[in-house]
């Protein structure tokens, strides 16, 4: 396997790895923030820990479709590895991309890995460079092994791209603005 395999493999096995326990602090935090929706999510967080997927998906479903990213980013995750639905990467996408633009690190950080992959979305690595750009400098202080880990990464599709791929890439990362969040 040569090096732009394993890197490949690494920052694939990267957004999975990192997933559970992301989403496990994102929850707590949510439920510190937001009383009002942490009921549902902590519920549908933990069915999703102990496997019971369609506990989740009917919790996480409603919450995403009203615009809450944490549940956008969470069916993403649902539909990407096929848990208690089948695997579809192109709704994969459309989750996380919803939840990316509210400013979800996580979701940030899927979709670029999706769009390095070019599983869902076109290959492209101007997006892939973008999200996860923004995922690197979004994650929060209490989050740093996953911030560095998407910095790496940042660096693994920079290695990619061309000279002017990468300045259009930091052109988009400095105009981007994260659309409203739900209420």
């Known amino acids: ?11 694939h096995q990267f957004v999975r790895l990192f997933v ?9 935090a949510m439920m510190s923030t937001s009383g009002a929706v942490a009921g549902p999510l902590e519920d549908a967080w933990a069915a999703y820990q102990s496997g019971d997927y369609a506990t989740a998906l009917r919790l996480w479903r409603p919450r995403a479709a009203q615009g809450v990213a944490l549940a956008q980013n ?12 089948s695997q579809d990467y192109d709704e ?19 979709l670029g890995s999706m769009y ?5 979305v076109p290959q492209d690595y101007v997006q892939a460079y973008m999200w996860v750009s923004l995922a690197a400098s979004r994650f929060p202080p209490s989050a740093k092994e996953d911030r560095e880990q998407a910095a790496r ?15 259009e890439a930091r052109k988009r990362v400095g105009e981007w603005t994260p659309k409203p969040t739900a209420p």
Do not use: P
């Not at 559970?20 to 707590?28: F, H, I, N, S, Y």
């Not at 969470?74 to 639905?85: A, D, E, I, R």
């Open 1 to 11: 396997m040569g090096a732009s395999q394993r890197a490949s493999r690494g920052f």
């Open 20 to 28: 559970t326990r992301t989403l496990a602090c994102v929850v707590l």
């Open 74 to 85: 969470n069916l993403g995750l649902m539909y990407y590895n096929g848990q208690g639905l």
């Open 92 to 110: 994969a996408a459309k989750w996380y991309r919803l939840a990316a633009e509210q400013g979800n690190a996580t979701a940030q950080s899927n």
């Open 116 to 120: 390095y992959s070019g599983e869902g």
């Open 153 to 167: 990464h940042r660096e693994i599709v920079a290695a990619k791209m061309t000279a002017a791929q990468l300045a």
